[in-house]
C-alpha cells in the first residue's frame, strides 16, 4: 500500500497489552488453536489439496503453523494493516520455513481488509479470526472476503460477538470500534446475505470460560450460577460459509 492509502484507513488502534496478549501462550493454545479445530470440524465440504489460505488479519503470525497443521495449504497469504505485527509475522513465517521445513509457501501483505491487494478468486479459504470486530467496514470487508475467494472457496469466521467486547474488563484493556460490535445472529445474518451459504452443521457458538469476560465462568465452576437453555448471552460464533457463486 502507498502512504496516501495507509493513511486513509479507518481503523482503532490497540492497546499495548492487547499486542502483548497475541504473542501469549494463552492466546495461542485457548483461543486461536481451539477456534482452528473447531472451525475444521464445521467444515463439510471437500477442500483441494494444497489450498490457498488468506489469513485476513493475520496479526503477528501465530496462526500459521496451526493452519499448516489443520489443512496442510500449499500457500499462505498473511493481510495485515499494522507493519509491527507484521514484521514479528517475518520471523514466524520464516521459523516455519527454517524450523519446520515447511513445503508451504507464506507470503505477507500490508493491506485494508476492506481493499484486500489480492485478485479476484485467488484463494480456496479465506480465514478470519478475532479480526472482524476491529474492521470499521464491515460490509466491504465481508465483500472483499467473497471476491478473493474462488466459487465454493470457504470463508472460516470465528468472532466475538458485542456481549463480549461490550464487557468492562475488555472495553478497559483493549480498543475496538464499539459502534459495529454484533451479537451472534446478526453475524450470521450479514455473513448470509453478503452471498454465503451455511446450515446448522456449519455454525458453533462455543462458551469458553475466557471468553465470560465479566467473572470469566467462575461462578459457574463454583456452582453458584447456571444459565438457562436459550437464555444465555452468546460470546462467540464460529461458522464455515461456502462462497455463493
Known amino acids: 500500500m ?21 504473542r501469549t501462550a494463552t492466546w495461542e493454545h485457548h483461543v486461536l488453536r481451539v ?5 475444521k470440524r464445521l467444515v463439510d465440504t471437500t477442500l483441494p489439496a494444497a489450498p490457498v489460505i488468506v489469513d485476513v488479519g493475520c496479526g503477528q503470525g501465530q496462526s500459521f503453523r496451526i493452519l499448516g497443521n489443520a489443512f496442510r495449504p ?8 499494522h507493519e ?21 509457501e507464506i507470503e505477507l501483505l500490508q493491506g485494508d481488509c476492506a481493499c484486500l491487494p489480492l485478485p479476484d478468486a485467488s484463494a480456496d479459504i479465506v480465514f478470519c ?13 465481508l465483500s472483499e472476503f467473497r471476491r478473493v475467494l474462488k466459487p465454493g472457496g470457504v470463508l472460516l469466521f470465528a468472532e466475538s460477538t458485542d456481549a463480549y467486547i461490550k464487557s468492562w474488563v475488555i ?19 450479514m455473513i448470509r446475505n453478503a452471498g454465503f451459504a451455511f446450515g446448522p452443521q456449519n455454525v458453533s457458538m462455543p462458551y469458553l470460560w475466557w471468553s465470560r469476560a465479566a ?22 460464533v464460529n461458522v464455515a460459509a461456502v462462497k455463493v457463486v
Open 35 to 39: 477456534a482452528i479445530d473447531d472451525l
Open 74 to 81: 500449499g500457500r499462505i497469504i498473511g493481510v495485515d494493516f
Open 215 to 236: 467473572d470469566f465462568g467462575l461462578l459457574e465452576r463454583l456452582g453458584l450460577h447456571r444459565p438457562l437453555p436459550g437464555k444465555r448471552r452468546e460470546t462467540l
Open 171 to 189: 472495553r478497559l484493556l483493549f480498543r475496538h470500534p464499539m459502534h459495529v460490535q454484533k451479537s451472534a445472529g446478526a453475524y450470521l445474518d
Open 129 to 141: 479470526h478475532q479480526t472482524f470486530h476491529h474492521l470499521v467496514d464491515q460490509g466491504r470487508s
Open 84 to 104: 509491527p505485527s507484521l514484521s514479528a509475522a517475518r520471523d514466524l513465517a520464516l521459523a516455519c520455513s527454517k524450523e519446520d521445513g515447511w513445503a508451504s
Open 2 to 22: 502507498s502512504s496516501s492509502e495507509i493513511s486513509s484507513v479507518s481503523f482503532v488502534p490497540e492497546t499495548a497489552f492487547g499486542l502483548w496478549f497475541l
